[in-house]
C-alpha cells in the first residue's frame, strides 16, 4: 500500500514541476522539455538513492554540468 501512495505522490510532484517549468520563458526551443528531463534524473537518482544508499552527489552534478553545457551550445545556436 505505502508503494502505491508514494508513487501517487510522485505523479503530484513531477505533475506540479512540470506546470512550473511549462511557465518558464524558453531561451531556446526544448529549453522546458530539457529542464524536466533534467529533474526528473534527479529525482529518479534520489530514489535510486533512498532504496540503495548510492552515492548519488557525483552523479548529479555530471548531469547539472552536461545539462548546462548543452544549454549553452543550444544559446549560442540561437543567438540568444
Known amino acids: 500500500m505505502?508503494?502505491?501512495v508514494g508513487q501517487v505522490g510522485a505523479v503530484a510532484l513531477m505533475d506540479t514541476i512540470k506546470a512550473k517549468?511549462?511557465?518558464?520563458?524558453?531561451p531556446h526551443k526544448?529549453?522546458?522539455d530539457d529542464l524536466f528531463?533534467?529533474?526528473?534524473e534527479i529525482?529518479?537518482?534520489e530514489n535510486q538513492h533512498?532504496?540503495?544508499?548510492m552515492n548519488i552527489q557525483q552523479k548529479i552534478t555530471d548531469r547539472i554540468?552536461?545539462?548546462?553545457?548543452?544549454?549553452?551550445?543550444?544559446?549560442?545556436?540561437t543567438g540568444e
Open 2 to 4: 505505502s508503494a502505491q
Open 21 to 26: 517549468i511549462s511557465s518558464i520563458n524558453e
Open 30 to 32: 526544448g529549453y522546458q
Open 37 to 40: 528531463l533534467l529533474i526528473s
Open 43 to 45: 529525482v529518479h537518482l
Open 50 to 53: 533512498a532504496q540503495s544508499g
Open 65 to 77: 554540468d552536461a545539462y548546462g553545457k548543452d544549454h549553452c551550445k543550444k544559446a549560442k545556436q
